[in-house]
């Protein structure tokens, strides 16, 4: 039976980790044992921890009682450690690496992985210190189950909210399984994400908004599957996430010469957002502004087209599975599917640029997936998500 470690932080929403433990266990068949912490023990009791998970609950770092099961030992028991509701405090303090009460020792000691479930007022959740945090424990491999929008227990509302615990059921057992299965294991993957910069003179150049979120969440969902990863990365702010190789490409011709070097592959997955057009001689000095002169002209050559390239190569060499982008303003799901023929993609993502708000650097993501034999509208969710459910179907393309 597989082991999950439950810490349950002070938030409201402890509530929802005694519906938690019922499902694990229930419906997942996922044995649960729970640290309290003092905060949380003001919205749930040991006793009920007990009742539902049919096990001792542990608060006390210095518990001479639990000497032989120390904290060390109690970090490994499991096969993951989840913190539900992981309160803004604790979010902070393993960002920090702090460790000063049982929770955040474990936390810093485990080796396993680690799934928090933020939940906290939507201010605190949106201030850049929170924020950062989230970025920094993603980045060194922390899962993240985002928090909902709605309405909060304090009365405001917005994002905040932790998510069901069906959600979160859910996702600790495909982590679970993930941990285990790795499907993709022995396979080669190639992602493009993040905006090309195509260089004008010394201090401008053509780009984009490109946040690269979309590829790096693929990727890393990629990897969590087993797969060898290696994102060709143009200008982005994500901090890569641990473990994944990453190769730097700022220009449309850099990025195609980097994927090529990486090949052979068997998965390729276009989601940069790559320059169609280049200068055709980039200035050696800045232009100056010339007096008299309203106007500038530029001459643009087209790119290469990378996803194109990879597409038509030779089958002996072109990767089995070949994913390809479509961001859109217009006729989304006629101008994707002849992307894909054009390009020779097997399959593509398509994304409206106005979802209404701008897909680009947007933590969210409304996509039609479209293959050679069905088009689907996938519901909106954040960039993670898209990218757990397109790697469950790359899963199933290399099972058949
Ligand atoms: O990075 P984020 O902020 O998370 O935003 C994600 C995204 C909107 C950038 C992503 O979801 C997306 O749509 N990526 C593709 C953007 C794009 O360039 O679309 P396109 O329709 O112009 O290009 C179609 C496909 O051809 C894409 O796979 C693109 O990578 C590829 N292409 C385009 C031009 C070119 N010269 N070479 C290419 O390989």
Same mark, same amino acid.
């Given at each position: ?14 509530? @929802? ?31 009920? &921890?007990?009742?539902?998970s ?9 518990? %001479? ?15 993951? +450690? /989840?913190?539900?509701?992981a ?6 303090? &393993? ?22 479930? =933020? ?12 924020? #950062? ?13 985002? =928090?909902?929008?709605?309405? &909060? ?6 994002? *905040?909210?932790?998510?069901? %615990? ?14 285990n299965? @790795? !499907? ?13 910069q195509?260089?004008?003179?010394? /201090? ?11 590829g790096?969440?693929?990727?890393e969902?990629l990897?969590?599957?087993?797969? #060898?990863v290696?994102?060709?990365?143009? @200008?982005?702010?994500?901090? !890569?996430?641990? *473990? ?5 490409? &700022?220009?449309?011709?850099d ?15 276009g989601a ?13 000095? @800045? ?16 790119? =290469? ?15 089995k599975?070949?994913?390809g982008?479509?961001?859109e303003?217009?006729?989304l ?14 399959? +593509? ?6 979802? %209404? ?21 996938w !519901? ?15 899963v ?5």
């Amino acid at each position: 039976m597989k082991k999950v470690l439950l810490i349950i932080s002070g938030g409201i929403a402890a509530y @929802k980790s005694l519906e938690l433990i019922r499902l694990l266990k229930q419906s997942y068949q996922i044995s649960v044992r729970c640290v309290l912490t003092e905060a949380g023990s003001h919205f749930v009791t040991p006793l009920s &921890l007990t009742a539902l998970s049919g096990d001792r609950v542990f608060s006390d770092l210095f518990s %001479p009682t639990d000497e032989q099961f120390g904290h060390i030992q109690l970090s490994r028991s499991a096969d993951l +450690v /989840v913190v539900a509701p992981a309160t803004a405090d604790i979010i902070a303090k &393993l960002a920090a690496g702090l460790a000063n009460d049982l929770a955040s020792t474990l936390l810093l000691a485990t080796d396993k992985p680690v799934v928090l479930a =933020p939940s906290m007022n939507v201010k605190m959740w949106e201030h850049p210190a929170t924020q #950062d945090n989230i970025i920094r424990l993603s980045s060194r491999g922390t899962h993240i189950i985002q =928090p909902e929008e709605g309405d &909060l227990a304090c009365g405001e509302q917005g994002a *905040g909210r932790m998510a069901g %615990p069906e959600v979160i059921a859910a996702e600790i057992n495909r982590l679970i399984v993930g941990i285990n299965l @790795k !499907p993709l294991k022995g396979l080669k993957a190639i992602i493009t994400t993040g905006a090309t910069q195509e260089m004008i003179d010394p /201090v401008r150049y053509i780009s984009n908004h490109s946040s690269g979120r979309q590829g790096y969440s693929i990727a890393e969902s990629l990897a969590f599957a087993g797969a #060898d990863v290696t994102v060709v990365s143009g @200008k982005t702010n994500v901090i !890569p996430p641990n *473990g994944l190789k990453v190769v730097h490409a &700022l220009s449309a011709i850099d990025m195609l010469q980097a994927c090529e070097k990486l090949l052979p592959a068997d998965i390729f997955v276009g989601a940069a957002a790559v320059a169609d057009w280049r200068l055709d001689k980039i200035l050696s000095q @800045k232009i100056k502004k010339t007096a008299g002169t309203d106007k500038l002209q530029l001459n643009l050559v087209k790119n =290469p087209d990378i996803i194109s390239v990879i597409g038509h190569l030779r089958d002996t060499i072109r990767p089995k599975l070949v994913v390809g982008f479509a961001a859109e303003t217009d006729d989304l799901v006629s101008n994707a599917s002849r992307k894909r023929l054009e390009k020779n993609c097997n399959w +593509v993502v398509a994304n409206f640029v106005y979802q %209404p708000e701008n897909v680009f650097d947007n933590t969210h993501n409304t996509v039609t997936f479209i293959t050679e034999k069905a088009t689907e509208s996938w !519901p909106r969710m954040n960039k993670k998500q898209v990218a757990d459910r397109l790697v469950a179907r790359i899963v199933e393309f290399f099972k058949k």
